[in-house]
T-cell receptor
């Protein structure tokens, strides 16, 4: 596609429920990144993929968080047993390989846990 | 460790210059970046500078890099209300961008 697409754009969920956030990167971009932006915080790195592999998942906050990528394209970030502190904007970005020339970001999914 | 720091807020009058500052920690970063985030939107790459450069100019934007002090700045000339946004600096490590906390720029008439 023309840009990085994320869905849903907004998600409200009850504490304890599982959620799935989707990212559709730019066609041909082999690297895909997930970041989290909490109110008043900067961007916190979560995980990145090169193809379908995740060489660096060091930023995942807990074992409730997982992500996968299939076909070198779409990625899903799953949060199990959501907690209120998971409320944030989850941003996805992609780039052509692991590049020095910056990333293209999606508009994010705003997750609210009530 | 990896830590990129920015001041949180900057308020300027329309038509004045804005200067947003950033300090980073990874001296091996080959590139440093400035991103802009408008309300409700993702991040948009504004400009980047290669680490062997001291300065880069792109229309109203001037990036200054002091590698010795690990200090990066973004100057916006003739600031307009449309420049109101959050500005993030970022450094690249071996495999990912590390972002600062962001500076919220408010432009008033």
């Amino acid at each position: 596609g023309a840009g990085v697409s994320q869905s849903p754009s907004n998600k409200v969920t009850e504490k304890g429920k599982d959620v799935e956030l989707r990212c559709d990167p730019i066609s041909g971009h082999t690297a895909l990144y997930w970041y989290r932006q909490s109110l008043g915080q900067g961007l916190e790195f979560l995980i990145y993929f090169q193809g379908n592999s995740a060489p660096d998942k060091s930023g995942l906050p807990s074992d409730r968080f997982s992500a996968e990528r299939t076909g070198g394209s779409v990625s899903t970030l799953t949060i199990q047993r959501t907690q209120q502190e998971d409320s944030a904007v989850y941003l996805c970005a992609s780039s052509y390989e692991v590049t020095n020339y910056g990333y293209t970001f999606g508009s994010g999914t705003r997750l609210t846990v009530v | 460790g990896e830590d990129v720091e920015q001041s949180l807020f900057l308020s300027v009058r329309e038509g004045d210059s804005s200067v947003i500052n950033c300090t980073y920690t990874d001296s091996s970063s080959t590139y440093l970046y400035w991103y802009k985030q408008e309300p409700g939107a993702g991040l948009q790459l504004l400009t980047y500078i290669f680490s062997n450069m001291d300065m880069k100019q792109d229309q109203r934007l001037t990036v200054l890099l002091n590698k010795k002090d690990k200090h990066l700045s973004l100057r916006i000339a003739d600031t307009q209300t449309g420049d109101s946004a959050i500005y993030f600096c970022a450094e690249i490590t071996t495999d990912k961008l590390i972002f600062g906390t962001g500076t919220r720029l408010q432009v008033f008439p």
